[in-house]
């Protein structure tokens, strides 16, 4: 039976509630002092890349081999979209966003040169060298079955006849931070809008030793299991999986943790009430999401990105934010989304994400032409989150 609570917190974070809820917590609870099993005590780990006159021509190239073939969209690969000089520049730099520093913006793409579709087709191909395989964003297009793999990141909120939006990445409302799903998030900015917007990142490994060496109790509860809402999948009203996770060392990566959660899968936003279903937040949880939050902002960088730029981030690494920002009607901020896997450089996926991943690229190899790039923005389904 639904059951009506007041929600601890709310999707905008509060500095001085959260200050309260932990000094509070601190003082009447039995904290944990030690870290969950196997969760090390700190982690270690060892920006921009302008193209030049010649690269931007190879890419030129490319685009017009691409159109040469005839194929459709979601055949665009490394060998359909040749660029021999760039290549081992682009790989080098997907090796630094798995195992450096976690993100790299490419700048320079002469996108007020290209046609709409020949900025799909650039933007696709460049990132086929970054992340061979493109993940699942929607199910559906235009009401039928589909594996969209693009996503135009804009404020629909005073377009016509616009549908429900449940996720501040339709508004120009600032985005807490988060992560998106899958290995890695590409953003190619195609309008700046005429202010504000800037891009926010933190790394997660300085997010998990500072909330280690003083809230190893934080830990344990990022750790354990959490009821994430659903929304709008009434077979499954929540699900349970923990926010962060571990990740042993391998021959090729060193120790890591990873954090997979978005703050309005506890909170709602907008058109997307919290569901009555759901259990109640603890006051640890809340706590923790706040923590989360709020350290991420204290180790921020922010990035003013440029139209022609291409924003990469290692998803499993760093969380990233936006600023509010303000349209104007020739102005728009419009950046085009892709979620990416790099098969040889990629991290072992947990055990508890397997069926995310699975949801977003289970599937993708081998039928390719069925891929769908919509050409004007879309609302995706409340299951796909952010």
């Known amino acids: 039976m639904a059951t009506s609570f007041e929600l601890p917190i709310s999707y905008v974070p509060n500095f001085d509630e959260y200050q309260l809820r932990a000094k509070r917590r601190q003082a009447e609870e039995d904290l944990s002092t030690s870290l969950p099993q196997g969760f090390p005590a700190q982690l270690h780990s060892p920006l921009t890349y302008s193209l030049s006159s010649l690269e931007i021509d190879e890419i030129n190239s490319a685009l017009r081999h691409f159109q040469s073939l005839n194929l459709p969209l979601g055949c665009i690969t490394p060998v359909t979209f040749p660029l021999p000089t760039l290549r081992p520049n ?8 798995h195992s ?20 799909v087709i650039v933007y696709a191909g460049i990132s086929s060298y970054i992340g061979s395989l493109r993940g699942r964003q929607d199910s559906k297009h235009n009401g039928q079955p589909a594996d969209v793999v693009l996503s135009h990141v804009v404020d629909l909120n005073n377009v016509a006849g616009r549908p429900d939006i449940g996720s501040p990445a339709f508004t120009a409302d600032p985005q807490g931070f988060h992560t998106d799903t899958g290995d890695m998030v590409g953003l190619l900015m195609v309008g700046t809008g005429a202010e504000g917007g800037k891009s926010c990142i933190a790394s997660t490994w300085k997010i998990y030793n500072e909330l280690a060496a003083s809230r190893p109790d934080l830990i344990r509860t990022l750790a354990s299991d959490w009821a994430i809402d659903g929304f709008k999948r009434s077979s499954t009203p929540y699900y349970l999986r923990p ?4 990740h042993p060392a391998t021959d090729t990566n060193p120790e890591g943790v990873s954090l997979q959660f978005s703050r309005r899968s506890f909170t709602g936003y907008a058109a997307y009430k919290r569901s009555h279903y759901m259990p109640p937040l603890s006051e640890a949880q809340a706590e923790a999401l706040d923590a989360l939050h709020f350290t991420a902002m204290k180790h921020q960088l922010k990035m003013q990105l440029e139209k022609g730029d291409i924003q990469f981030i290692n998803n499993v690494a760093l969380v990233h934010a936006r600023e509010g920002f303000r349209d104007e009607p020739e102005n728009r901020r419009h950046l085009l989304r892709l979620w990416l896997r790099d098969e040889e450089f990629g991290w072992e996926v947990p055990a508890p994400l397997k069926g995310v991943w699975e949801g977003v690229f289970g599937g993708m190899s081998g039928k390719e032409e069925c891929q769908v790039f919509p050409a004007a923005p879309v609302v995706r389904g409340a299951q796909y989150g952010l």
Request: aromatic fraction near 10%; charge should be neutral.
């Open 90 to 97: 682009l790989r080098d730099l997907s090796k630094i966003i």
């Open 243 to 246: 926010l962060l996770h571990h």
């Open 100 to 119: 450096g520093r976690g993100f790299f913006v490419l700048r320079g793409l002469p996108v007020d040169q290209y046609t709409q579709d020949e900025t």
